[in-house]
């Protein structure tokens, strides 16, 4: 690995900004899948091991946030590698749970490999990377005690389960030089933007090529995390990943004949729906974008029109099932009742309460299900809150019209 052509450019001080921060969208795709796939799997003693240390994906992602103004561009097939390596760590998690192990002692030893690295990041970028080191600092002070940790566990291990272990070590070895191979020399062809270049997570999903578009959809996504700071405040980070690649994809929607368009928005209605965040967030989303698209773009009014005319259509069907005064009625109580949703940091709740009961209405099974006991959370909220949130569930159902 040390030979490849990537880290020799980075050691010799020529490597390409771009290169360094595709380097880290890579590693987040793969970070970010192996600790999730961790956190479910069942691998005794390793999951109260790893629990308690800072998480990589989450050094990523921080880097990644601040590099974010660069609007770098993804190399594709380092991309593609990336997302090939995932499906492998999935896959084992479920038929082989073991590698995971291998898996993990390779992606953990790249703490050591980039405190030596970490001098050549700053030598060769120097400002450009500044507060966007996390991934190379490692866990600082720390790291060398975390893989003595680590390597305690490994010996522990059974010879069977050793020799799985480094089985699956080789291959994620052998699946990351061609990764790094892609990264550095790269040909200008080979770059273009993905899901995973407002979102690690994403997966291959299209989004615009054009950096308008990716830009509205970044502009579209904070918006509508302001309007609704449920959003941030249960979702954090990821949530708000999420929130610019599915604006994105929404944004490709528009090319699309009129129903097909329908058709996509109401099945991300549903999946957003089921996981405790209500559709009025999505309708008031494709709103949002169509505006920010028409600022940069205003001859292509036609162009976007379905995705104004999806958000009309959920919104009428959310209408449907309460009418307009009521909805603002009961909101409006709801908010006094909650001193202005706690002033302000949960604004709009109430109107989220109301369409997750019209969703559920609507046939999406766990839309009250998947936000009702967040909202109730007596660690997170005061009696008072909890009361008012119950209330406008009881007036609510009995308001229904149909």
Known sequence: MEQVPYVKALMGGNLP?????????????????????????????????????????????????????????????????????????????????????????VLEGTTLGN??????????????????????????????????????????????????????????????????????PVNKEDWGYLATTLNPEAGRHPVP??????????????????????LYERYQERGKAFTYSDAAWLITLSRLPKGECLRQVQWLGRVLGNRGIPRITLERQLEILYEELLSNYPERRDIYSGLLEAASSLKAERLSYIDDTTFKGLSSDFSMATEGEICGRFQRTGELILSA???????????????IPWLTDSNRFPDKWIKAVHNILTLTKGSLLR
Request: charged fraction near 25%.
């Open 17 to 105: 900004f771009n290169c360094y921060i595709a380097q880290l969208k890579a590693m987040a795709i793969i970070h970010g899948t192996i600790e999730r796939e961790l956190a479910v799997s069942d691998i005794q003693g390793l999951k109260g091991l790893i629990l308690p240390r800072p998480s990589r994906f989450g050094h990523l992602r921080t880097d990644l946030s601040v590099l974010k103004a660069h609007a770098v561009p993804d190399c594709i097939k380092a991309v593609n590698q990336a997302l090939r390596i995932t499906e492998e760590i999935r896959l084992a998690r479920v038929e082989k749970t073991e590698r995971l192990i291998g898996f993990f002692y």
């Open 115 to 184: 405190m030596v690295h970490l001098r050549d990041v700053k030598n060769t970028f120097g400002d450009k990377v500044r507060g966007a080191t996390n991934y190379y600092q490692g866990y600082g002070d720390k790291t060398i005690y975390y893989w003595d940790e680590f390597r305690g566990f490994l010996n522990g291990l059974s010879n069977h389960t050793a020799d799985i272990v480094i089985a699956s070590a080789h291959r994620l070895f052998d699946l990351l030089e061609p990764l790094y191979q892609a990264l550095y």
């Open 357 to 371: 009961v019209c969703d559920e209405r609507a046939g999406i099974e766990d839309a009250l299900n998947s936000l």
């Open 209 to 230: 090529s054009d950096i308008l578009e990716i830009q509205a959809s970044i502009s579209a996504g904070n918006k509508c995390l302001q309007e609704f700071p449920y």
